[in-house]
């Protein structure tokens, strides 16, 4: 790795976290010894870089510290194209249309030395097998975000029919399948709703009484106390 890169590498994993970091982790993650991460810790400081903190102890970056937020390394070039990519694969047309967005801004505004990198990446996902069917979860994401309460009609896997009212907590993706993660008022328990398996759905004009991010952080304990009851 360049110095240059390296400098703006160690500069990045400081924004990235909110407590000190110390120079044995960063000289991990930069694959440096730690010797190298003083030295640059202090060229960085000597540049009027906010950095605090001292050996043993760990670093941190000033959170009034501002760089170019678009000025990327070849790494995270190709871990963008990897994200498009993937995005791309996933059964959600409109998402992957947004990636198709994102990825067509970045390359506007970055550096015309960074396109080559952008248009002949040399990292790819693996292409699917079967194409999944692509679904438009525009309704159910709009949902999500205002947390209202949702009334769908669902076919289970024998095609029998059940209406719902359902409380949105998020989107989840895998090779084939959209899934909405919702708390269900008839079971009243989590269930996980096949996107492409809700014939038709309903926004009620009904807040959901937990405010969205604690909805969410209560399914998360939820999952995880499933995933120790099966070990």
């Known amino acids: ?21 110390t120079a044995a982790k ?15 810790i202090a060229d960085l400081v000597g540049q009027r870089v906010p950095i605090e903190g001292e050996a043993g102890l760990g670093y941190t970056l000033s959170e009034f510290y501002n760089m170019p937020p678009l000025m990327f390394t070849q790494d995270e070039l ?35 030395s960074f396109i080559s990198t952008l248009s002949d990446a040399g990292v790819r996902i693996k292409p699917r097998e079967l194409e999944s069917e692509k679904q438009d ?42 899934l909405l993660i919702a708390w269900c008022e008839q079971r009243q328990q989590y269930r996980h709703f096949r996107v ?10 009904i807040s959901v009484p937990i405010a969205g991010n604690e909805l969410r952080q209560r399914w998360e304990l939820w999952r995880e106390q499933i995933f120790l009851n099966k070990r």
């Open 26 to 40: 960063l000289a991990e993650e930069l694959e440096v010894s730690k010797r190298t991460v003083y030295r640059d």
């Open 78 to 112: 190709e871990a963008l194209v990897l994200g498009v990519q993937l995005v791309q694969s996933l059964p959600d047309k409109t998402i992957g249309n947004s990636a198709k967005d994102v990825f067509a801004k970045i390359r506007d505004v970055i550096p015309p």
């Open 137 to 178: 979860t525009r309704y159910l994401r709009e949902a999500i975000r205002a947390n209202k309460k949702l009334r769908i009609t669902y076919f289970d896997r024998d095609e029998n029919k059940s209406e719902r009212v359902v409380w949105p907590i998020i989107l989840g993706y895998d090779e084939a399948y959209c």
């Open 1 to 21: 790795m360049r110095r240059a890169d390296r400098l703006f590498q160690l500069i990045q994993i400081l924004r990235r976290v909110n407590r000190p970091v």
């Open 196 to 205: 492409d398996r809700i014939r038709h759905m309903e926004r009620l004009d």
